[in-house]
């Protein structure tokens, strides 16, 4: 035994060997970032360590490991810099991209926002987004069908919402088209970039970089020009209107400052983006799975049939219904854990030496969680690749905190959290009142494709059809 005088070392967490700086291993994260986190741990277990390129990196697939990561003091953690660097590239600095007192002062700011008080008006605008797309791309007739690509159907879906609640302007086919495109653009670059060691800069010729810079420009001017139009035109109340509203008349309570132009541009970036992917991807695969599951289908439309008609009538009726039931938020619950939108966490840098699991994290040390590990692990969700709402209802075993973490956890949680889990069972429960969702073929879902965040690799074609006595209304 040591000296009692003697610091005991914890040792260092398990994992590959990396040599030529790990170069290898950094190129399998590269080709299959989805699959080999799941190979780490199957190996190296539940806090894996590797050195790649003279920096150390650790992934975390535990639960209780993971809420210490996502709960420590500012002190532990700051986000990665390279992250950080490939979303401001594409995002500018928001509340999402900055860190310390500046994230803590938008995040106060931009936190009104999405307070349940301003949900009420959020309500009648999803609704109206949801009855426009129905009427363009469902079919209106009972016993009428459509054959679709549920990521694109839902893209435009969750694009008109973010639209609509953050610039009150329904977003139109054409526009979708060009601003969805955009995005896969970017996405699909961001990606790539993660892998590298720095961004060059943009006069450098590099992979990509013609497309990703078109890209960027397009959804900026947009955004520009739905800015300087707010600007020009006459000031509503910040709790009145919509979500930009709210942030050019938002004021911090410590400080008494707003945001500037560029943050309020930044932070629309970032709510449009964050706001409707997510969403999207979410949604997509829950039809997927629902489309697969018809008695689970089935049970849950029986839920929503016996609520009274009239709550599908006025949104605010609908949603106080949908939060007295249990199936439509199991459903999504259960499909974001098989599917959850975002897959890591922003990975984070040590700020100094820690423990976590019992071992040893050195100073500057990259910590990522990995939200889909934990969501699949059979510890905690028995047959894990099952789909299987029952899990969320009451009376369901208990999940370990940490284990299920679709919106993160911390300081950092999701801040469009309520937006995005209202704005998902309004959708779903109207879809489901008002259609039958099928497989075109026995095949299973395609597999999930990483491009930031979690999509189908191929597209999920469904057949959707209107159910008898449920007319698709006019916006």
């Keep these: 035994m040591p000296p009692p005088t003697e610091t005991v070392r914890q040792p260092l967490p398990p994992g590959p060997r990396t040599p ?54 500012d002190d532990d953690f700051v986000k990665d810099a390279r992250q950080l660097d490939v979303f401001q590239d594409i995002q500018g600095r928001n509340v ?4 310390g007192t500046d994230w803590q002062r938008q995040r106060r700011i931009l936190t009104p926002a999405f307070s349940p008080r301003r949900m009420a008006g959020y309500l009648t605008l999803m609704q109206q987004a949801a009855d426009a797309t129905f009427r363009d791309m469902l079919p209106a007739s009972p016993g009428t069908a459509a054959e679709l690509d549920a990521e694109t159907f839902c893209t435009r879906l969750t694009m008109d919402v973010i639209s609509r609640a953050l610039f009150s302007e329904k977003i139109t086919a054409d526009t979708s088209a060009r601003v969805s495109e955009a995005i896969a653009v970017l996405s699909r670059q961001g990606q790539r970039e993660m892998f590298w060691l720095r961004t060059p800069p943009p006069w450098l010729p590099y992979p990509g970089r013609r497309t990703k810079l078109a890209a960027a420009r397009q959804l900026n001017d947009w955004i520009a020009r739905q800015i300087d139009q707010r600007l020009a035109a006459p000031r509503r109340p910040a709790d009145e209107g919509d979500m930009l509203d709210a942030m050019l ?16 541009h930044d932070n629309c970036m970032a709510i449009f983006l964050a706001g409707h992917e997510t969403s999207a991807k979410a949604l997509a695969w829950w039809m997927g799975l629902m489309a697969h599951h018809p008695a689970e289908q089935e049970s849950v439309r029986r839920e929503l049939d016996s609520l009274p008609g009239a709550t599908f009538d006025d949104p605010a009726d609908l949603n106080r219904a949908l939060e007295s039931t249990q199936g439509v938020q199991a459903s999504l619950k259960e499909a974001m854990r098989l599917y959850p939108p975002i ?35 059979p510890r905690w969700f028995p047959d894990p690749d099952t789909f299987r709402p029952a899990r969320f209802l009451p009376g369901a075993p208990d999940i370990p905190r940490g284990a299920y973490l679709p919106f993160g956890a911390g300081g950092h949680v ?8 209202v704005e998902m069972a309004l959708v779903a429960a109207l879809l489901l009142r008002r259609f039958e969702l099928a497989p075109l073929t026995d095949s299973p879902l395609p597999p999930a494709r990483l491009d930031i965040v979690l999509r189908p690799a191929r597209p999920i074609r469904l057949r959707v059809t209107a159910r008898a006595g449920e007319a698709v209304r006019s916006p």
């Design 249 to 264: 008349g938002a004021r911090d309570d410590t400080t008494g400052t707003g945001l500037s132009r560029q943050e309020v």
């Design 20 to 73: 030529w700086l790990g170069i290898g291993l950094l190129r399998q994260w590269a080709r299959s970032p989805v699959e080999t986190p799941v190979r780490l741990q199957r190996d190296y277990g539940d806090l894996v360590r590797a050195r790649i390129v003279f920096s150390d990196y650790l992934w975390v697939f535990d639960p209780a490991i993971a809420r210490q990561v996502l709960l420590a003091r």
């Design 96 to 99: 999402l991209t900055v860190e």
């Design 414 to 421: 999701c801040i469009g959290q309520h937006f995005a889990t």
């Design 343 to 377: 897959f890591a966490t922003f990975m984070r840098r040590a700020r100094r030496e820690l423990v976590l699991g019992g071992y040893r994290v050195a100073r500057g040390t990259g910590v990522s969680v990995f939200i889909t590990n934990l969501q699949r692990d």
